[in-house]
């Protein structure tokens, strides 16, 4: 496992990355003069910039290790996260919701909450928000020092403390413009080293035919029907669970995975809509998830693929004799896929680039949420409950206090996350807790102006619960009682993981959906129109896009991006 | 200077993508592209890289050379 030899070369080209990563942040920390800037950067970021960064911040160590891991699991399906998923929620955020975020002017989506509710909501989702980030750093930091125990040969400890240090200088050098511009690079770098791999992985499956054909093979060791093509269509065999290797059926693909997880994730996480907030008018906030969608739809080319080569090739070898090996238990060990192939495929040089390319996907992972930490912190907790009334330079220093402090705490989670076999299904998991609730609450909060503050934080406690409930309830075939489930009892079996989460967060959604609308029946709304105005879509003035030329208007490159992921739906039917 | 990050991104991609086009050119036949299936990744690499660092530094230098360019959108 660790016979790979790392050259001289390789390891200059990490240094210029990390000198680069560094001075860009010392260059922008001239520009960050009051803590606005450093927070949110002062909106003034153009559009294909957060566009990349939008995307990018989401291009981190999860969808690098686990979309590879998930592609030789299940196959193209995985491909649903994009097409089904991802696709339409960034649609939709850029075109509907978004003129309430950048038009309320609120710094954050807790801030949001505060204006069109009350101060109990936005105080849960602040906690449940910064308590999220903590966890998703922590993984992220964890996969990047297991990378370089794996990769260099180097302590888990020490890799632990390097990465920390380097998040902890350059964020705290350039603050969010800082995260943002590494992420534009990062994203290039993703590109520029998976490429090569993908390249000559192919070519040793003998072309995507070749991998069509051995992917058969593994759908026939895999007992199911004929003509074993599970593996290479998205939506043939989504009829019934046990037809299709993810174990689920399209109802539960739709609903839990396409509406309520994707519009949940990329609509109400502030990480991803924080980038979108930094950009320097309407319009070019509107157009950041449209921007990013474009790239977004072709990633799986990158990052699912090799993972279904991976597969292809375990079932029969090639000549390059790469195959996923098996961990102690029998199983194949599917999470190390892609930094494994890395190693296997590409010889000192680009194996430099790759290399860097996941560790750059590391720290943007961990930069983007402790600086989204730092903002939720410093704002809607520190700021709102600890000490009120401060200078505009207390709150700055505090910004910095809360960067160190949550890379520390973060440390501590990378340690919580090595515990866990799975990290894709845990942070899964935390999704259908704190994002599929939030998103029927905002769903109700922007579009129906009857919904109440007092509803809206029970109907969140209450998504909460049906979440918590759920997972007690139930468990994935296989697993056993505790942190997987069914520690409540047993009601019900899912075929997956990934069904259970599904089926959370579709139970969560739909219980803070119902509690929100009876609550708010019984309730006087507090809020007089004017109060809601620009936070509701009713009360909200349309926005007229005088001067932006009709074919860079949100409506068409919405409708432009939909039809794609359309295509993309037939083609790999 | 405005802050372009087209600049940072050409200076990297050229540095790196120079670098390796040397290293494949010096590392011709040699048994580390076994790996590889025998293709010198290096240099195909390696040179797209440097293409595109070099189009994104053309691209920042010209913007630059405009001065500010009038991009001012409406904001609401």
Redesign the interface.
């Known amino acids: 496992m660790s016979h790979i030899q790392v050259g001289v070369i390789d390891y200059l080209i990490m240094a210029i990355y990390v000198l680069f990563v560094l001075g860009i942040g010392w260059v922008l920390k001239r520009y960050m003069k009051t803590s606005a800037d450093f927070l949110t950067s002062g909106k003034s970021i153009p559009a294909w910039i957060t566009g990349l960064a939008f995307i990018s911040t989401n291009l981190g160590a999860l969808e690098v290790i686990g979309m590879g891991a998930s592609g030789a699991k299940y196959g193209i399906a995985t491909c649903h996260f994009y097409w089904v998923g991802a696709i339409p929620a960034m649609v939709f955020l850029g075109v509907f919701m978004m003129p309430f975020y950048y038009g309320s002017k609120a710094r954050s989506v807790p801030e949001y909450l505060k204006l069109r509710f009350n101060e109990k909501t936005r105080a849960f989702n602040a906690i449940s928000f910064a308590v999220m980030t903590i966890f998703a750093s922590g993984i992220s930091m964890f996969a990047m020092s297991k990378l370089m125990q794996i990769l260099l040969g180097w302590d888990f400890n020490l890799s632990l403390v390097i990465s920390a240090i380097i998040v902890l200088v350059y964020t705290f050098l350039g603050g969010l413009t800082s995260a943002i511009y590494n992420e534009v690079l990062q994203f290039f770098l993703i590109v520029a080293g998976f490429v090569p791999l993908v390249f000559i992985a192919l070519k040793d499956a003998g072309g995507w035919t070749g991998v069509q054909e051995r992917l058969h093979m593994v759908a026939q060791q895999a007992g199911f029907s004929q003509p074993f093509d599970q593996w290479t269509r998205g939506w043939a065999h989504m009829g019934s669970p046990g037809a299709n290797p993810m174990g689920v059926e399209w109802f539960g693909l739709i609903f839990g995975l396409g509406f309520v997880l994707s519009f949940g994730y990329w609509c109400t996480n502030f990480l991803v809509v924080q980038r979108a907030m930094a950009a320097k008018s309407m319009s070019a906030a509107r157009n950041t998830p449209l921007i990013g969608a474009i790239p977004k739809m072709f990633i799986p080319i990158l990052v699912i693929l090799p993972g279904m080569i991976a597969m292809a090739l375990t079932a029969h070898g090639g000549p390059g004799g790469f195959a996923i090996p098996k961990l102690p238990d029998g199983t194949l060990d599917y999470n190390n896929t892609i930094p494994l192939m890395l190693g296997h495929y590409l010889p000192s040089g680009v194996l430099g680039l790759g290399l860097t390319a996941l560790m750059a996907s590391f720290m943007s992972g961990m930069a983007g949420n402790v600086t989204a930490f730092n903002t939720v912190w410093t704002y809607d907790i520190y700021q709102s409950y600890l000490r009120p009334g401060q200078s505009d330079k207390h709150y700055l220093a505090m910004g910095k206090i809360a960067t160190v402090f949550g890379i520390i705490v973060s440390m501590g989670a990378a340690y919580v996350a090595a515990s866990f076999n799975n990290i894709m299904d845990f942070l899964q998991l935390i999704f259908a807790f704190v994002n599929a609730p939030l998103f029927a609450t905002f769903l109700l909060g922007m579009f129906w102006k009857r919904a109440t503050g007092n509803a809206a934080f029970t109907g969140l406690l209450s998504g909460t619960l049906a979440a918590a409930l759920h997972h007690g309830l139930t468990l994935p075939a296989g697993a056993h009682a505790g942190i997987k489930g069914g520690w409540l009892g047993m009601v019900h079996t899912y075929p997956s993981e990934m069904a259970q989460n599904f089926w959370a967060a579709t139970f969560a959604w739909t219980a803070c959906f119902v509690v929100t609308i009876i609550i708010s029946m019984v309730t006087r709304q507090k809020k007089s129109d004017d109060e809601l105005k620009g936070l509701v879509y009713s009360l909200t003035p349309r926005i007229k896009e005088t001067g932006v030329p009709w074919y860079s208007q949100p409506a068409t490159l919405g409708t432009i991006v939909l039809a794609v992921a359309v295509v993309l739906n037939i083609i790999f039917w | 200077m405005q802050?372009d990050?087209r600049f940072?991104?050409g200076?990297?991609?050229t540095?790196?993508g120079v670098?390796?086009t040397i290293?494949?050119l010096a590392?011709r036949g040699a048994e580390?592209?076994a790996?590889?299936?025998g293709?010198n990744?290096?240099i195909?690499?390696?040179i797209?890289?440097t293409v595109?660092g070099v189009i994104m530094l053309v691209m920042a230098i010209r913007a630059q050379k405009k001065g500010k360019k009038p991009?001012q959108?409406?904001?609401?």
């Not at chain 2, 959108?73 to 609401?76: G, I, Q, V, Y």
Request: glycine share 6%; aromatic share 16%.
């Open positions: 802050s990050i940072p991104i200076l990297l991609f540095i790196i670098l390796i290293f494949g590392t580390i592209y790996r590889s299936l293709i990744i290096n195909y690499s390696g797209c890289l595109f991009v959108e409406k904001s609401l």
